[in-house]
């Protein structure tokens, strides 16, 4: 069955991209235009986007287990996002999709970008949520790296740090729980 003709439930299959197999789903929609890729957090399964989905009301949207997680086997070797991004533009070849929109969340989107940077053609717009620019990223500066950190020992120690900066040399030993 071509899933560009299945209901809007969504039709899920398996799909084997260079040996590789994926568990995908593919809803049609009615709007004009690219369907929506979904990358997905990981360790996040497709049956977690079944509520995202059901919210793009006439949106195609195309969603998979990348390998290892949900239900998609892990890879024989571990894969680099250059690898990841490499097995989304093969499914796309085989679903016989030219040109997407592209949705990245968390993990997923840095996965996201990388499918951009490595395949511009095939990207027509690039949408990104509760991600990172890269896989190594820390805020600019250390006050709001300390207000991410909410253990009620990051408190004491980000007020200690606070201090030390506005009002008395102490430096990093100013920084040690009393």
Known sequence: MDPRTSDRQGQKMVIDVDGQRLHVSVTTGSAK????LIFNG???NLELLKPFVDALDGIETIAYDVPGAGTSPPPQMPLRFSGHARIAARLLDALGYDQVDVFGVSWGGGLAQQFARDYPDRCRRLVLAAT????VMVPG??????????PPIATPIATKWRKSRHGSAAGCSGLRPS
Do not use: C, E, K
Not at 141 to 150: E, G, H, I, K, N
């Open 132 to 135: 990172t620019a890269g896989v």
């Open 33 to 36: 235009g690219p369907p929506l």
């Open 141 to 150: 500066q250390f006050s709001a790296l300390m207000r991410l950190a909410t």
């Open 42 to 44: 990981i360790g996040a």
